[in-house]
């Protein structure tokens, strides 16, 4: 035996992906037509477990029990054999069993074991886990069982990228050797140039799956209220479409458009029910909007006027002020004024939801509330809101302006005085019904383009350019050289910033067969290389939740099937391609169907 280890290497070349083993997966009992039920929250590993037994080549390696003799129980950072073993049990059950369903207990208890992340039952990533599990089992099954050190370096600079990369793959294969190194491995290069001695780095690495990036639509739609100052007017709900990158002022402009309320007269806020969070600068970028966790509200304001923030509140059973209704605004036209004269102005800014009388507003003691003043967040703060002549003053002692009041009211009062579902009232503007998003679609081949696109590194990713002696913004150029059996594709459809999460709703349209990388390769070697989609992984549904379902094509009856947890039911091909589909598994032709006749991108052909 070697130094490496005793077992025997599997050589890429002769795995096939598909004739090898058709034969023997069309004969199973189930074909593999089997759902999986959910434990709770597990169509993530459903999906993930779905598109990975559709893989002819690793269903096949496992059913069989050839990965029993490739176990690596010693491998230090794998997992004695038990993550293979349990995935090759579920294998068998889809595959060899009697059941339509098969309830992964075992799988989900020893993937907790081996991964704590997934230990739980909280919704997780489909792509996390296809990413661990790939990863989980390479480790379990490494024919490498004693793993040399190799010192990555640059190349010298003169030498030839083919004699480079195929020394990188040699140093990698040293200490990587497994069915999944066979399947899903594949190599890439990374050029990195410095912007100022014009030094060049050239790595070549290893790839187990792309995650590409989606063209960003340029527009978004987004929901906005309007709080006017007359005070007969009610709430209204507008959509407006905005630049997605583009300023706040850019979406004041837009609301001014279907409103017909000047972008001068606006107060933009942020909403937590009835709470003003912040106030929103016409300058700040649209993309630190925190949507999702506070909702858009403007308020109509006489430009250049003091706005003091109006809050309704009660105490109930406990000292701790409770909010509710919409809050308002109240500008003062001068520094002072009488107490009488603010009670009356907000009796009037009320009047359309509260039923008071003018008489019951002339006296602080028929108000069937108390004016208190509070901080931004709503706590009840001690400064006197009126001076020794009965004045209302809008400045405190330390000379900043009162900005935020609440009335504080009597819980009786409230209930036989104060009209909550008119004060809460929304109208719906036509544009709320009417602006539709525009229709966006790209094509796989634009995101694996701006995935290899050359690009300049920014300040919290500087590469250390050894010449110059100091981190540069280099500028880094990806390009493909040896191409995977099995190749996944991940459609990175969730964003996160931090001020803001987003996921990206485009349809990318992607070919069904003859997917070709030719324009990407770096080397000419594989050229002739096209793949034929076997699955998709899909996600529903918004940010933190959703729901999971795959889509795969079966070699047992060579039709395409859905699989949506248990049930799992025929399909026509079109339905793969949604602007839900987030994974992406494609295996390589044989040899016989490779003609040559289609670049790849072409809609694909589903007759």
Same mark, same amino acid.
């Given at each position: 035996?070697s130094?490496?280890g005793?077992?025997k290497?599997?050589?890429?070349d002769t795995?096939?992906?598909r004739?090898?083993? =058709?034969?023997?997966?069309?004969?199973?009992?189930?074909g593999g037509?089997?759902?999986?039920n959910?434990?709770?929250?597990?169509c993530?590993?459903?999906?993930?477990l779905?598109?990975l037994?559709?893989?002819?080549?690793l269903?096949?390696?496992?059913?069989?029990?050839?990965y029993e003799?490739?176990?690596?129980e010693?491998?230090?950072?794998g997992n004695r054999g038990d993550?293979?073993r349990?995935?090759?049990d579920?294998?068998k059950q889809?595959?060899?069993?009697?059941?339509s369903?098969v309830?992964?207990?075992?799988?989900k208890s020893v993937?907790?074991?081996c991964?704590?992340?997934f230990?739980?039952?909280?919704q $997780?990533?489909?792509?996390?886990l %296809?990413?661990? /599990?790939l990863?989980?089992?390479?480790?379990d099954?490494?024919?490498?069982?004693?793993?040399?050190?190799?010192? =990555?370096?640059?190349?010298?600079?003169?030498?030839?990228?083919?004699?480079?990369? =195929?020394r990188?793959?040699?140093?990698?294969?040293?200490?990587?050797?497994s069915i999944i190194?066979? /399947?899903?491995h594949?190599?890439?290069?990374?050029?990195?140039e410095?912007?100022?001695?014009?030094?060049?780095?050239?790595?070549f690495?290893p /790839? %187990?799956?792309? &995650?590409v990036?989606l063209?960003?639509?340029?527009?978004k739609?987004?929901?906005?209220d309007?709080?006017?100052?007359d005070?007969?007017?009610?709430?209204?709900r507008?959509?407006v +479409?905005?630049?997605?990158?583009? $300023?706040v002022?850019?979406?004041?402009?837009?609301?001014e458009?279907?409103?017909? /309320?000047s972008?001068?007269?606006?107060?933009?806020?942020e909403?937590s029910q009835?709470?003003?969070?912040?106030?929103? &600068?016409?300058t700040?970028?649209?993309?630190?909007i925190r949507?999702?966790r506070y909702?858009l509200?403007i308020?109509?304001?006489?430009?250049?006027l003091?706005v003091?923030?109006?809050y309704n509140a009660?105490?109930?059973?406990t000292s701790?002020?409770?909010y509710?209704g919409?809050?308002l605004?109240?500008?003062?036209?001068?520094?002072?004024?009488?107490y009488?004269?603010?009670?009356?102005?907000?009796?009037?800014?009320?009047?359309?939801y509260? =039923?008071?009388t003018e008489?019951s507003?002339?006296s602080?003691?028929?108000l069937?509330?108390?004016?208190?003043a509070?901080n931004?967040?709503g706590?009840?703060q001690?400064?006197?809101l009126?001076?020794?002549?009965?004045?209302?003053?809008?400045?405190? &002692?330390?000379?900043k302006?009162?900005? !935020?009041i609440?009335l504080?009211?009597?819980?009786?009062?409230?209930?036989e005085y104060f009209k909550?579902?008119?004060?809460n009232?929304v109208? !719906?503007?036509d544009s !709320?019904?009417?602006?539709?998003?525009r229709?966006?679609e790209?094509?796989?081949?634009d995101c694996?383009e701006?995935?290899?696109?050359?690009?300049?590194?920014?300040?919290d990713?500087?590469?250390y350019?050894?010449?110059?002696?100091?981190?540069?913004?280099?500028?880094?150029k990806?390009?493909?050289?040896?191409?995977?059996?099995?190749l996944?594709?991940?459609l990175k459809?969730?964003?996160?910033?931090r001020?803001w999460?987003?996921? +990206?709703?485009? %349809?990318v349209?992607?070919?069904l067969?003859?997917l070709?990388l030719?324009?990407f390769?770096?080397?000419?070697?594989?050229?002739?290389?096209?793949?034929?989609l076997?699955?998709v992984v899909n996600?529903?549904?918004?940010?933190g939740g959703?729901?999971?379902?795959?889509?795969?094509h079966?070699?047992?009856?060579?039709?395409?099937?859905v !699989?949506d947890?248990?049930?799992?039911a025929s399909?026509?091909a079109e339905?793969?391609?949604?602007p839900s589909a987030?994974?992406?598994?494609?295996?390589?032709?044989?040899?016989?169907?490779?003609n040559?006749?289609?670049?790849?991108?072409e809609?694909?052909?589903?007759?």
């Amino acid at each position: 035996s070697s130094a490496f280890g005793s077992h025997k290497s599997v050589d890429a070349d002769t795995i096939s992906t598909r004739s090898m083993t =058709q034969a023997n997966l069309t004969r199973s009992v189930s074909g593999g037509l089997v759902g999986l039920n959910n434990l709770g929250n597990t169509c993530f590993m459903a999906s993930a477990l779905q598109c990975l037994s559709n893989i002819p080549a690793l269903t096949q390696f496992f059913i069989s029990d050839a990965y029993e003799s490739e176990i690596n129980e010693k491998n230090p950072i794998g997992n004695r054999g038990d993550l293979a073993r349990a995935y090759g049990d579920l294998m068998k059950q889809m595959w060899c069993g009697n059941s339509s369903t098969v309830a992964p207990r075992h799988f989900k208890s020893v993937l907790g074991r081996c991964a704590p992340q997934f230990s739980g039952y909280l919704q $997780q990533d489909s792509q996390e886990l %296809m990413a661990f /599990l790939l990863d989980g089992l390479h480790e379990d099954l490494n024919r490498i069982t004693n793993k040399p050190y190799i010192n =990555q370096e640059d190349a010298p600079e003169n030498t030839a990228d083919s004699v480079a990369a =195929q020394r990188a793959w040699d140093n990698h294969k040293k200490r990587n050797d497994s069915i999944i190194t066979d /399947l899903f491995h594949g190599q890439y290069r990374s050029r990195l140039e410095c912007p100022d001695c014009m030094k060049v780095s050239k790595i070549f690495d290893p /790839l %187990m799956y792309m &995650s590409v990036s989606l063209p960003r639509k340029e527009e978004k739609i987004r929901e906005i209220d309007i709080i006017w100052l007359d005070p007969e007017r009610r709430r209204t709900r507008y959509k407006v +479409i905005t630049p997605r990158e583009g $300023q706040v002022i850019d979406l004041l402009y837009s609301a001014e458009k279907v409103s017909g /309320l000047s972008a001068d007269r606006m107060m933009l806020c942020e909403l937590s029910q009835s709470i003003i969070e912040s106030t929103i &600068s016409p300058t700040q970028k649209l993309r630190d909007i925190r949507e999702g966790r506070y909702s858009l509200c403007i308020f109509e304001r006489e430009p250049q006027l003091p706005v003091i923030k109006v809050y309704n509140a009660y105490k109930g059973y406990t000292s701790y002020l409770k909010y509710f209704g919409n809050p308002l605004i109240m500008q003062i036209p001068k520094r002072e004024m009488s107490y009488k004269e603010f009670v009356m102005s907000l009796y009037m800014k009320m009047s359309r939801y509260v =039923q008071l009388t003018e008489e019951s507003v002339q006296s602080e003691d028929t108000l069937p509330f108390k004016i208190k003043a509070v901080n931004q967040f709503g706590v009840e703060q001690s400064h006197d809101l009126c001076d020794e002549d009965d004045n209302l003053s809008v400045h405190m &002692s330390s000379g900043k302006p009162v900005a !935020y009041i609440a009335l504080v009211w009597d819980m009786d009062a409230k209930d036989e005085y104060f009209k909550l579902d008119e004060c809460n009232a929304v109208d !719906y503007h036509d544009s !709320y019904r009417t602006t539709k998003a525009r229709k966006n679609e790209v094509l796989l081949e634009d995101c694996i383009e701006m995935y290899c696109k050359q690009e300049t590194l920014n300040e919290d990713n500087m590469w250390y350019c050894p010449n110059c002696k100091d981190f540069k913004q280099a500028s880094k150029k990806l390009d493909l050289w040896r191409l995977p059996k099995v190749l996944v594709i991940h459609l990175k459809r969730f964003c996160y910033s931090r001020h803001w999460r987003d996921k +990206i709703e485009t %349809m990318v349209k992607f070919p069904l067969h003859d997917l070709s990388l030719k324009k990407f390769m770096l080397s000419t070697d594989q050229n002739h290389i096209k793949y034929d989609l076997r699955g998709v992984v899909n996600h529903y549904g918004g940010l933190g939740g959703g729901h999971y379902t795959a889509y795969c094509h079966s070699v047992a009856d060579d039709k395409w099937h859905v !699989y949506d947890d248990s049930h799992v039911a025929s399909c026509t091909a079109e339905k793969c391609n949604s602007p839900s589909a987030y994974v992406l598994f494609y295996t390589q032709q044989e040899p016989d169907r490779i003609n040559g006749s289609s670049n790849g991108f072409e809609p694909m052909d589903v007759n």
